[in-house]
């Protein structure tokens, strides 16, 4: 690689006295420690109440003032004594303004370069530059936080080139045939407005309506009214303000109607935004070597999911979306996303065919509709029909003791039966061969597909209810992921357990 291929442009360069190459933040840092001083105030706010109470008012602005030059003076110094150094084979990194800090990190070592932009660094043409060193835990990556977008595009381009071998490669005569073209990216799913819009509207959330009761709550006291939008009797006051309350209260119903048309409207309305929010502008594209997505409002990140550091892909959709035929297409892979999980949403909204050319670049593929399944047994509900047999016990007792919330418990312990053997029928399983496709949940259904090659232990586990019917469950060890997302086949004859388990061991052998 050449020292120009290195150094990245649209950051001045400063020269040190050591070394001419090495380059400080964008001063644009300065003006983003300024918008985090927002949230850091709000630890001086007990200062400022305790000069409050104490009469001292006069002492509160000189206060915040030296609060002010104190956070920038300290954001100014962390900025001088920040550095980088892009070098032919490594990034070295030197901060700290009283203890010094030097990091190297070997480009060969880095896994990814993901790019960053907020709101405020959207507007000032800035980007947080993060360094996925695939060692494990968040502390072992390192970031920078504020450099040009032109120049962390840069960077990227010019760790991803030593990567892939082109900045190894000789220079070649001039009478040499010309070389191929480096292959472009191909831009394998993206997301319209209109398709945020209809996602958003199948992404109803309930959690919003709870957020906005509890925000009533807490502000009813300020408000100039009582009004709750879920209340009908509330409507039936607005009513009374335009001469319609006996209107209403002679037709009871719409005020009811009301009330649900507000609950659906929150919801709908916390779904649509959550969506644009998160996916405006989403963009799935095909690199070399990995599955660059890029998507945000607000907030818009840049990850790439490497190929070959995908485990396992994971389907998922919802009773209601499913008649539609709409799904979301998760990744398992050792690569981290964004330190918040670590299944990559690559598909957020689609149908099955825009899905599979996904699956086609991981090597994955999806069982076909005339696929068999095997089911496991319906002993998979017994510990929900253990807790409705405990209920119906309970509820009994209570209503011995004279309280009539028993009969609450009599009711419901029928149904928790009645959906845990509904449930029990939704648990699935089949074998493709080199991959084995997992399905499970009615209402929120999954269907996991995991390679034989990425499944680094298989466990069989069996316990004294399976063992008498001879049952066991395959408990699959595989790599990365999040760490509730365990992936295994519950109650299935333990010819077959020992069958599918002896088959993945040896395609593991193999890979």
Known sequence: MSDDAAVIPAIPSTDFGDEPNWQRLHPATLALAVVKLGPRSLNFLPAVAALGFTGNWIWIVPAVGAFLLFSLLAAWFQWLRFRFLVGDDEVVIESGVFSRQH????????????????????ALGIAKVGFETGAGGKENDASLDAIALDSAQALRTTIRAHRSGEAAVAPVAADAPEAAPAQEDRLLFAMTPRQLLVAGLFNFSLAALAVVGAGMQFFDGLLPFDFNVFNPRDWIDIAEDYGLDQWLLAHRWIAGVGAVLSLLLIGFAS???????????????????????????????????????????????????????WHELRLQSLASDGGKERDHQVVPFAKLGDIDPVLAEVAIKRPDAGQSWQRSHRVVALGPVIGAVCATIGGGIALLLGNAVGWLALVAAPLIALIAFWAARYHRWTDLGEQVAIRRGW?????TLLPHASVQSVDLKSDFILRPLGLATLVFGVPGGSSLATHEIPAIPLAAAQDLRTRILAARARS
């Open 103 to 122: 990091r190297t990190i070997p480009l060969d070592r880095i896994q990814d370069v993901s790019i960053e932009q907020g709101l405020v660094s959207r």
């Open 271 to 325: 779904g649509i935004a959550t969506m644009l929010f998160a996916n405006w502008d989403f963009r799935l594209t095909r690199e070399p070597r990995a599955l660059r997505r890029t998507r945000g409002l607000t907030t818009r990140t840049d990850v790439a999911v490497p190929v070959r550091r995908v485990q396992a892909a994971i389907l998922v959709t919802g009773w209601f979306r499913r008649r539609f035929g």
């Open 443 to 447: 209402w929120k259904p999954k269907m």
